[in-house]
């Protein structure tokens, strides 16, 4: 019984997809978003992701006059200028969309509007993503659920267990949670210390919502690459981090993303916990044949 047990577990297992999420490390430049694509794919990751946000859609025109909150980070007067700045493109993203199948990493991003969502459904990728800053704009997902075919990834930082729930209930609504819907645990902090990354949440929503849903996945904002790991054996399919060429470049996120040295790292060693998840093939490996004849303690 116990055996067929651990066969169940290991049968959940596959390699993990590696979500590198440039987000807007690219300072707005399409040439640095294609060098870190290309710094992903070789590091292992499967995916690299970004943002897409109207501004003037987005914020308040309050929002959008108002300096950055930390000046030496903005690259505009505004805080609506800096986030123009950094925005790329419709016609960009389908320029990196196609620079990633040239190279072999997938292309995806994170949509923050309506508008924004309407125009990278036009791309035809593998998923989209729903950042936890707005997985409680039902006009958004409403297009992501209706007018798209792919995976939607929802991340569940700064969410109420109730608002995770509205959601599932969204996509039940057309019945395409079980095919189409992937929720992240996630806390919104940067960094976030590891005693807030509450790793067993990831537990309970598979608890809540293993039957309703696709896939479950991890969106860490800590320090290190120990707890993705954790992830992944608990359950997670999908992990992702944010990713830049160098923590020291100008921006808001660079200092908690992993450098190409440490995503390398990371994609090594969840491929090395895969492989590892396994039962014995037989009693003794082959592997310790010798070592058994040798020292294995023998009654005289």
Known sequence: ??????????????????VAEIGCNHMGQ????????????????????????????????????????????????????????????????????????EIGVEWATSVWDVT???????????????????????????????EYRGNVHVSTGMTTKQEI??????????????????????????PVPFKDVCMLELVRLQECYGHRIKEFAFSGHHLGIAIDIAAYTLGAKWIERHFTKDRTWKGTDHAASLEP?????????????????????TEILGIEDEQRAKLK???K
């Open 30 to 101: 399409v040439e640095i978003a294609k060098e870190l694509m290309k710094l992903a794919k070789e590091a292992g990751a499967t995916h690299a992701k970004f943002q897409k946000r109207t501004p003037r859609e987005l914020l308040t025109e309050e929002q959008y006059n108002k300096p950055h909150p930390v000046p030496h980070n903005s690259y505009g007067e505004t805080y609506g200028k800096h986030r123009e700045f950094l925005e790329l493109s419709k016609d960009e993203h389908v320029e990196l969309y196609e620079y990633g199948k």
């Open 165 to 190: 729930e509205d959601v599932v209930k969204f996509f039940e609504e057309t019945g395409q949670a079980k095919d189409r819907l992937v929720i992240y645990n996630c806390t919104s902090g940067y």
């Open 261 to 281: 040295p440490g995503l390398g790292k990371l994609c090594r060693d969840l491929e090395g916990t895969y492989e590892a998840l396994t039962l014995k093939s």
């Open 116 to 146: 924004s969502a309407r125009e990278m459904i036009q791309i035809p990728c593998n998923f989209l993503k729903v950042p936890s800053a707005c997985n409680n704009h039902f006009e958004m997902l409403k297009v992501l659920r209706d």
């Open 1 to 18: 019984m116990v055996s067929a047990m651990l066969e169940g577990s290991r049968a959940r297992y596959e390699p993990c997809k590696v």
């Open 297 to 299: 303690y023998r009654k």
